[in-house]
């Protein structure tokens, strides 16, 4: 590079292409056939950066590489001292950085705040040559101002959905109307000036609520956190597993939003002392329909929300794409496909369980067969199943379910979980009569489901009569495959993951450090890992009143079954996961 640029004011395409040229990124043949005027988008000319990285340029400085905004960003911070910076709106504080200036002053000079400190203000701009408006905006601010280059396009996108939903929060806590009601919560402090309700159907509200919907499956969230407390609620998206806080709204604001949700999820309004599940349909910007699952808890400062979102992508998942693979699939897919039986999935809240029943169901529900579900609640619905709810309010649990639908003419029936022993005995009688049972249970491992099925009280010989095999799993998050880099193998972390068996390391594991794709986490998406245990032989055989859950394991063992941790360590193996993620969610093994 040839130091700084002399320049001022906007950036335009035949300055910025000669520079490319001198500088060995851009290639002079190809810089020759770019337009020199960018095309208008709408009302406004597309900005030439975003113009450059559209033409799709061939990066001369990178074989085999395109020009993109990052790239062109890290070139031009050599010449102007302002570093690149992805916007990321999860990192973002909204409320702050709308107060330190006005939209139509951004929006004018395509400006925006992206980090409020008492030390300084942070300002992304696309124009690292334009200073008109620092001597006006440093007097407000009244802080040292530090200037980064951003995606003008991403400046224009989250200037208009910042402070449309900072003006959707003023304007709904502004029309807060005056009540004599006071919600009876715990912990209520009792101030008179804000004894103030808001219209869940305020046209703010509203706003708020499309945007917190959308925004969450932009971030590729899998659960919405909504949780009220004495003066601020809190607004936190679950990603790849892990909660990130979003948004503080006023407490007032904070219930409204709540009611509107329970409005289109068809929940009861006016009920706010016990629990409710609902479910609401919308549409992401792709037009793809996405299903939400509401549940609804008091608390001590009001009703916390939580929307589970599943993606209807989901049910076309492979098994390679939710990490079955190998003999594992195998093994799978032969208990998924046999004529009569009972095929059970075991883990915690949030470890796939459910993924994988829609997935496999999916795979099976030809038009030949009739498959039936008894949930609770129904968590995705889907035409090629017959989907009934468990309904508590008329006594319509789980067994009463199944017991229904043997009356349907089934082949194949999904029970969302065997909790209980009436449950546990209609899905055993389901399977005795020639019909494919598939259902879950809450154990650590696929051999403990044997032990809790004889706790329930069945008794050792239907087990051994209708049970097929068992799956346990865990999700794990994948690496992320923008910044995974080799690294030199922790033999003792190794050791802990494959004791108390021997297994030769891999020849090199990899980590992450963490980009701007990951959000610097190191991690990108989910996967899971199985223990996948077959009923059959001696393992059948070996099934009484008093089997011992050790012996059963060992068993299994020397039949093929890899634990949950050993199937991590596959995943590691091939650079998918890395050590420390599978010690967190496999639990040990406990063998003597």
Same mark, same amino acid.
């Given at each position: 590079?040839?130091?700084?640029?002399?320049?001022?004011?906007?950036?335009?395409?035949?300055?910025?292409?000669?520079?490319? %040229?001198?500088?060995?990124?851009?290639? !002079? +043949?190809?810089?020759?056939?770019?337009?020199?005027?960018?095309?208008?988008?709408?009302?406004?000319?597309?900005?030439?950066?975003?113009?450059?990285?559209?033409?799709?340029?061939?990066?001369?400085?990178? +074989?085999?590489?395109?020009?993109?905004?990052?790239?062109?960003?890290?070139?031009? !911070?050599?010449? @102007?001292?302002?570093?690149?910076?992805?916007?990321?709106?999860?990192?973002?504080?909204?409320?702050?950085?709308t107060e330190v200036m006005s939209f139509a002053f951004a929006q004018r000079h395509r400006?925006?705040?992206?980090?409020?400190?008492?030390?300084?203000?942070?300002?992304?701009?696309?124009?690292?040559?334009?200073?008109?408006?620092?001597?006006?905006?440093?007097?407000?601010?009244?802080?040292?101002?530090? *200037?980064?280059?951003?995606?003008?396009?991403?400046?224009?996108?989250?200037?208009? &959905?910042?402070?449309?939903?900072?003006?959707?929060?003023?304007?709904?806590?502004?029309?807060?109307?005056?009540?004599? =009601?006071?919600?009876?919560?715990?912990?209520?402090?009792?101030?008179?000036?804000?004894?103030?309700?808001?219209?869940?159907?305020?046209?703010?509200?509203?706003?708020?609520?499309?945007?917190?919907?959308?925004?969450?499956?932009?971030?590729?969230?899998?659960?919405? =956190?909504?949780?009220?407390?004495?003066?601020?609620?809190? %607004?936190?998206?679950?990603?790849?597993?892990?909660?990130?806080?979003?948004?503080?709204?006023?407490?007032? %604001?904070?219930?409204? %939003?709540?009611?509107?949700? $329970?409005?289109?999820? *068809?929940?009861?309004?006016?009920?706010?002392?016990?629990?409710?599940?609902? *479910?609401? $349909?919308?549409?992401? !910007?792709?037009?793809?329909?996405?299903?939400?699952?509401?549940?609804?808890?008091?608390?001590?400062?009001?009703?916390?929300?939580?929307?589970?979102?599943?993606?209807?992508?989901?049910?076309?998942?492979?098994?390679? &794409?939710?990490?079955?693979?190998?003999?594992?699939?195998?093994?799978?897919?032969?208990?998924?496909?046999?004529?009569h039986g009972i095929v059970l999935v075991t883990g915690p809240t949030g470890s796939g369980?459910?993924?994988?029943?829609?997935?496999?169901?999916?795979?099976?529900?030809?038009? &030949?067969?009739?498959?039936?579900?008894?949930?609770?609640?129904?968590?995705?619905?889907?035409?090629?199943?017959?989907?009934?709810?468990?309904?508590?309010?008329?006594?319509?649990?789980?067994?009463?379910?199944?017991?229904?639908?043997?009356?349907?003419?089934?082949?194949?029936?999904?029970?969302?979980?065997?909790?209980?022993?009436?449950?546990?005995?209609?899905?055993?009688?389901?399977?005795?009569?020639?019909?494919?049972?598939? !259902?879950?249970?809450?154990?650590?491992?696929?051999?403990?489901?044997?032990?809790?099925?004889?706790?329930?009280?069945?008794?050792?010989?239907?087990?051994?009569?209708?049970?097929?095999?068992?799956?346990?799993?865990?999700?794990?998050?994948?690496?992320?495959?923008?910044?995974?880099?080799?690294?030199?193998?922790?033999?003792?972390?190794?050791?802990?993951?494959?004791?108390?068996?021997?297994?030769?390391?891999?020849?090199?594991?990899? =980590?992450?450090?963490? @980009?701007?794709? @990951?959000?610097?986490?190191?991690?990108?998406?989910?996967?899971?890992?199985?223990?996948?245990?077959?009923?059959?032989?001696?393992?059948?055989?070996?099934?009484?009143?008093?089997?011992?859950? &050790?012996?059963?394991?060992?068993?299994?063992?020397?039949?093929?079954?890899?634990?949950?941790?050993?199937?991590?360590?596959? $995943?590691?193996?091939?650079?998918?996961?890395?050590?420390?993620?599978?010690?967190?969610?496999?639990?040990?093994?406990?063998?003597?």
């Open positions: 590079m040839s130091g700084k640029i002399v320049k001022t004011g906007p950036l335009d395409t035949s300055f910025l292409l000669k520079k490319l %040229v001198d500088d060995g990124v851009l290639d !002079s +043949a190809v810089a020759k056939r770019i337009r020199p005027n960018p095309p208008s988008v709408g009302d406004k000319t597309q900005h030439v950066l975003s113009y450059l990285v559209s033409a799709q340029l061939p990066d001369a400085s990178r +074989a085999g590489r395109l020009l993109n905004m990052d790239r062109l960003l890290e070139w031009l !911070s050599g010449y @102007c001292d302002q570093l690149p910076q992805r916007i990321d709106p999860l990192k973002i504080d909204v409320p702050a950085v400006i925006l705040a992206v980090e409020v400190t008492p030390q300084e203000v942070v300002i992304a701009g696309g124009e690292p040559f334009i200073s008109a408006w620092e001597n006006d905006l440093q007097q407000v601010v009244r802080r040292p101002i530090r *200037r980064v280059l951003a995606d003008p396009e991403a400046i224009d996108r989250f200037t208009v &959905e910042f402070y449309s939903l900072a003006k959707s929060v003023r304007g709904a806590s502004g029309n807060s109307k005056q009540s004599g =009601h006071v919600n009876a919560n715990l912990e209520q402090l009792l101030e008179i000036s804000k004894l103030k309700d808001v219209d869940a159907n305020d046209g703010h509200v509203v706003n708020i609520v499309d945007w917190l919907l959308q925004y969450a499956y932009d971030q590729r969230a899998s659960d919405i =956190h909504i949780e009220p407390r004495r003066d601020q609620g809190n %607004v936190r998206f679950r990603i790849d597993g892990v909660l990130y806080n979003v948004y503080e709204l006023p407490a007032s %604001v904070l219930t409204a %939003v709540v009611s509107r949700l $329970k409005i289109l999820g *068809r929940m009861d309004v006016a009920e706010k002392r016990r629990p409710q599940d609902g *479910r609401l $349909k919308t549409k992401n !910007s792709a037009g793809d329909e996405i299903e939400l699952r509401l549940s609804t808890l008091p608390t001590a400062f009001g009703e916390k929300m939580v929307m589970r979102i599943f993606d209807p992508e989901v049910l076309l998942r492979s098994f390679d &794409e939710l990490g079955l693979r190998g003999d594992d699939r195998q093994r799978w897919n032969s208990m998924i496909q046999a004529p369980k459910t993924t994988t029943l829609y997935s496999s169901l999916k795979q099976i529900a030809t038009s &030949e067969v009739n498959v039936c579900t008894i949930e609770d609640p129904i968590e995705m619905v889907e035409d090629a199943f017959n989907q009934m709810q468990v309904q508590h309010n008329i006594n319509l649990d789980f067994a009463g379910g199944v017991r229904a639908l043997l009356r349907q003419d089934p082949d194949i029936i999904m029970i969302g979980e065997i909790r209980d022993l009436e449950t546990a005995e209609m899905a055993i009688q389901a399977a005795l009569t020639g019909h494919l049972v598939i !259902s879950t249970l809450h154990t650590n491992d696929a051999p403990s489901a044997v032990t809790r099925l004889l706790e329930l009280g069945v008794p050792a010989y239907l087990i051994r009569a209708t049970v097929l095999g068992v799956m346990a799993q865990r999700l794990v998050r994948s690496l992320c495959p923008h910044c995974k880099e080799p690294v030199a193998l922790d033999e003792a972390a190794w050791a802990t993951l494959i004791a108390p068996w021997k297994v030769n390391p891999p020849a090199e594991t990899y =980590h992450a450090p963490g @980009c701007l794709e @990951c959000r610097n986490t190191g991690f990108y998406g989910r996967q899971g890992i199985y223990e996948i245990l077959s009923v059959e032989g001696q393992i059948q055989a070996a099934i009484g009143d008093d089997v011992e859950l &050790e012996n059963l394991r060992r068993m299994a063992m020397k039949k093929g079954m890899r634990t949950l941790r050993l199937s991590g360590a596959q $995943k590691v193996a091939r650079g998918e996961t890395t050590i420390a993620e599978v010690l967190r969610v496999a639990p040990p093994v406990q063998m003597s």
